[in-house]
């Protein structure tokens, strides 16, 4: 457990075992705590590293900094791997993280040895999208009135992953999850929501990808259904597999062991690229 000063900025960050290195990217609340249960289950045979996101949790706001381009948080992904000499690496982002990490593929494909993208909030291309982003504003818009940032927040965990998630996570790290809802709210969600990749950049893309759906939400009665449909889509433009995990939005959270084990294989040796040597 550490910090270190890359790309302007001061990142805490969390390293454990030997072998490949594999990087975990959090998505809302941005912090290294989200992923705790899947590294000790990984660290028999991998370099794991997690970090909490740029003035997210233990990793301070940055003098000035007031706005979250996620082309900048991708950079600093690639700037913490470089900083660790761990590089190339196989990362997995969930959720605004596989947001994340699609830029960090784009922009530095020299850090990866692979990439696996858990449900991205592109709702822009699910056929439940409009819906889902109507019920989002109308829980943060009551979460607001009723007590600021952290009400909005816990009122967002309690939608997107559900009460019992919310009521499963650890104490310091749910404190941690709340207090970050100023920076997702004021900064970062509303670049989540808009940011939609190049289908033309994704075309060019080389690196072994691996895209990824809860089983849950895969069924077309679950209320978010359009992580799964906006999952195949993201899989459909890199012509890369799409697999399903236990679960549903946050199964490093509800089947972390469960998780571990559907990635190891993956993790180990990544699918080579349909488009490789293309």
């Known amino acids: 457990m550490a910090t270190v000063e890359v790309n302007g900025t001061t990142l805490y960050y969390e390293r454990r075992g030997e072998g490949p290195a594999v990087l975990f990217i959090s998505g809302a609340t941005g912090d290294a705590g ?42 600093d992904a690639a700037a913490l791997l470089r900083a660790l000499d761990l590089a190339p690496a196989v990362a997995y982002g ?45 829980v943060v818009e009551e979460g607001m009135a009723e007590g600021g940032p952290p009400a909005a927040m816990e009122k967002f ?56 759906a809860g089983v849950d939400n895969c069924d077309p009665a679950a209320q978010h259904h359009w992580f799964c449909e906006a999952s195949r889509w993201f899989a459909d433009q890199l012509d890369a597999p799409l697999i399903e995990t236990p679960g549903a939005h946050v199964p490093q959270v509800t089947h972390p062991q469960a998780l571990a084990e559907v990635l190891r294989p993956i993790l180990r040796k990544p699918p080579e690229s349909a488009r490789a040597g293309a």
């Open 34 to 75: 989200h992923w705790t249960g899947v590294a000790d289950a990984l660290v028999d045979e991998f370099t794991v590293l997690t970090y909490d996101r740029r003035a997210n949790s233990r990793s301070p706001r940055p003098e000035g900094w007031d706005a979250a381009p996620i082309d900048e948080q991708a950079d």
């Open 94 to 138: 969930n959720s605004s993280g596989a947001t994340i990490l699609t830029s960090l593929t784009l922009r530095h494909p020299e850090v990866l040895r692979g990439a696996i993208f858990h449900e991205p909030p592109y709702a822009a291309v699910a056929s439940g999208g409009e819906a889902a982003g109507a019920q989002l504003q109308a």
């Open 157 to 212: 965990i309690r939608w997107v992953a559900g009460d019992e998630v919310f009521e499963s996570l650890d104490d310091d790290l749910r404190i941690r999850m709340l207090g970050n809802g100023e920076v997702f709210f004021g900064l970062e969600l509303a670049d989540v929501m808009s940011y939609l990749p190049d289908q033309e950049q994704l075309a060019e893309v080389r690196v072994p990808c691996v895209v990824a």
